[in-house]
């Protein structure tokens, strides 16, 4: 990864930032899509930004990637900003959207062969660009088929496999498994942890705290265009609690001891568990896998027969809820003015 | 970086350099300009459907007016006549047509993710334009090709020379190219591509049949001849007619490439705005 000099070192001395936004506006008539955003995804990472439908995420790739101009702010990508160096700024970038950002009626082969030539590549290295590129998406079979034929995660892996033709150094990803059953979401995923792998830098839109969980380091929560949280995915996890395990004892008078034998027992993070007797379920806030191997094995070795367990992650109305006390602004009235109390609320919180 | 506001002023002056770097280069262009006619040709392929109205138009608009008007026109019996004299025009109408195509193409492209793709990609943004306008070329020379030979198969004369001929078409296909900047235009401005065929039959009837393509406009009252004898497309019928068959055609063929560098000049830069500004 060549060039990397040129992007501008963070101020406070650690990993340069790939992605530098400052400020970012963008309204349309009387919605503020953006409403002041600032956030940075360092060099090599992947910054998850959490938000519900209409919280301004694809506004904001949609700025980031030259689509849209900026009504105010500054955002600076591999070096370039946005606004004046537009150019210069789409050799470094590749971009995925919601929907399949590739041609239907052409096969994914003359798909990829022709952003390959756009991206001057030869037509020699544009084919064989093609055919190696298919191959690694495992879709090398469907090659000579047009898009339209394809499955969801298909075009998906199709539309992945294009942004990366030009090995670009920023990837935006905006709610790439958004539609998409959990197998195929979980080939998207792998496919998105090897890119990371290579060394690119991602900036991954998502309405699922699961998706920025598995890929994400840092987080940035918006709603209404503004951010209301960012951190590192741990800190943000323990504000909003991570993953949660739910035990059903066999027998519903067991709860309490079942929640008094962890206690004494002093294992970590167990001041945080719950006792839901009209449910009949134990909930234990899960800090680390082993964590989880020990209260589980600590219920087996004290004789608790429980009917069953999961863990599960919280949900995005769940994140909300524990960052703002409110729920997401789509769940909640959706008719709520930005002007509303609510949002002051939201405004506070983020302060 | 809240004192990059600040700066702006200085740094453009700096910019200069990195600006021109990142400028496209002609052979890039051109590069650019073939990967996406490419596209745009093996759509066709996949959906031949496409390509009905250029190969069936020609065939039912000329049986249509040689066999039910021509006699009218030309008189009873003399429809060999007319074919010689309907179809070097009905080229001028065909380029409309198909250029109007071009507008509903473009708005229908307009409402999928590809285009997102091609506009953050380091391409000059009109290169997609241009490669449509090359792939629809393409479409009206097959429709050019399917008209002549219905014209001589219905028994179309041809008094000059194949390379004046040859002049009729290129003359026809300059002329419709120059249309297609104008509903690219109207492709680009409105909502739905139904709103881009309502709004060009509004101005297609009118232009078509107020022309010299169908009828000699000597019959007509003298205000609707203030019209036609103006009408760019009566020039373009009256030169290829002149080309086909004969006469003067000097006047008529200037007025045509007048008009087709006019229309470009004018509705080209604006299209190719409008489509950077396109959100």
């Known amino acids: 990864m060549g060039g990397m000099t040129r992007f501008d070192t963070n101020p406070t001395g650690g990993a340069a930032n790939a992605v530098q936004v400052r400020g970012l506006v963008k309204h349309y008539g009387e919605t503020k899509a953006l409403d002041g955003v600032d956030l940075d995804v360092r060099e090599g990472t992947v910054l998850g930004v959490l938000g519900p439908n209409g919280a301004g995420k694809t506004t904001l790739v949609r700025c980031l ?82 898009v339209m034929q394809y499955s969801g995660g298909m075009r998906r892996r199709l539309d992945l496999a294009a942004s990366m033709i030009g090995q670009p150094a920023v990837l935006y990803l905006d709610e790439p498994t958004t539609g998409l059953d959990p197998r195929t979401r979980n080939e998207v995923w792998d496919e998105v942890k090897r890119m990371v792998g290579e060394g690119v830098t991602v900036l991954l839109t998502t309405q699922y705290m699961e998706e920025a969980e598995q890929l994400a380091s840092e987080l940035t929560v918006i709603d209404r265009g503004r951010v209301i949280a960012g951190g590192k995915v741990d800190e943000l996890k323990a504000k909003v609690g991570g993953r949660t395990l739910e035990v059903r004892p066999a027998a519903p008078e067991q709860l309490t001891a079942m929640a008094r034998a962890l206690r004494e027992a002093g294992l970590d993070g167990i001041a945080g568990s719950q006792v839901d007797a009209g449910e009949g379920l134990l909930y234990v806030p899960i800090l680390s896998d082993e964590q989880l191997t020990a209260v589980v094995g600590l219920l087996a070795a004290r004789g608790f027969g429980h009917r069953a367990h999961r863990t599960h992650l919280p949900s995005l109305d769940e994140v909300f809820l524990a960052i703002t006390g409110e729920k997401t602004s789509e769940a909640a009235a959706e008719t709520v003015t930005p002007d509303s109390p609510a949002n002051n609320k939201h405004e506070e919180v983020a302060a | 970086m809240s004192a990059a506001t600040v700066r702006p002023r200085r740094r453009r002056a700096r910019e200069g350099g990195a600006r021109r770097e990142g400028r496209i280069g002609l052979r890039a262009n051109l590069r650019h300009i073939g990967a996406l006619a490419r596209r745009n040709a093996l759509q066709i392929k996949q959906d031949p459907q496409s390509m009905f109205d250029v190969l069936l138009m020609p065939i039912v608009f000329t049986l249509l007016f040689v066999f039910v008007f021509g006699g009218a026109v030309a008189g009873n019996g003399k429809q060999d006549e007319y074919v010689s004299y309907l179809v070097p025009g009905l080229m001028a109408m065909m380029g409309l047509n198909v250029s109007m195509a071009v507008g509903t193409g473009i708005n229908e492209d307009f409402q999928k993710g590809v285009m997102d793709r091609f506009r953050t990609m380091p391409i000059a943004r009109s290169s997609v334009l241009i490669a449509k306008i090359v792939v629809e070329v393409g479409r009206m020379m097959v429709a ?124 080209a830069p604006l299209a190719i705005s409008k489509f950077r500004k396109k959100t």
């Open chain 1, 65 to 146: 990637s030259t689509l849209v101009r900026p009504d105010a702010g500054t955002a600076v990508v591999a070096g370039y900003d946005v606004v004046k160096q537009p150019r210069q700024l789409r050799r470094t970038i590749g971009l995925t959207g919601q929907y399949a950002s590739v041609d239907e009626k052409l096969a994914g082969w003359e798909n990829l062969y022709m952003i390959g030539r756009l991206l001057d590549l030869s037509r020699k290295d544009a084919r064989r660009r093609a055919d190696e590129l298919l191959e690694r998406f495992s879709l090398t079979e469907a090659a000579k088929k047009p």
């Open chain 2, 144 to 267: 050019f090709a399917i008209l002549l030979t219905v014209g001589f198969m219905l028994g179309m004369s041809v008094e000059t020379s194949p390379l004046h001929v040859l002049g009729a078409i290129g003359l026809s296909l300059m002329f419709g190219a120059s249309l297609m900047w104008i509903f690219i235009l109207i492709g680009l401005s409105v909502k739905t591509a139904q709103a881009v065929q309502g709004m060009a039959m509004l101005v297609l009837m009118p232009l078509q049949f107020g022309s010299s393509i169908f009828t000699p406009p000597s019959t007509m009252p003298g205000w609707l001849r203030a019209f036609t004898d103006y009408n760019p497309l009566s020039s373009l019928a009256d030169a290829a007619r002149g080309l086909f068959i004969g006469g003067p055609v000097a006047r008529d063929v200037w007025m045509v490439v007048a008009w087709a560098v006019v229309i470009t000049l004018v509705t």
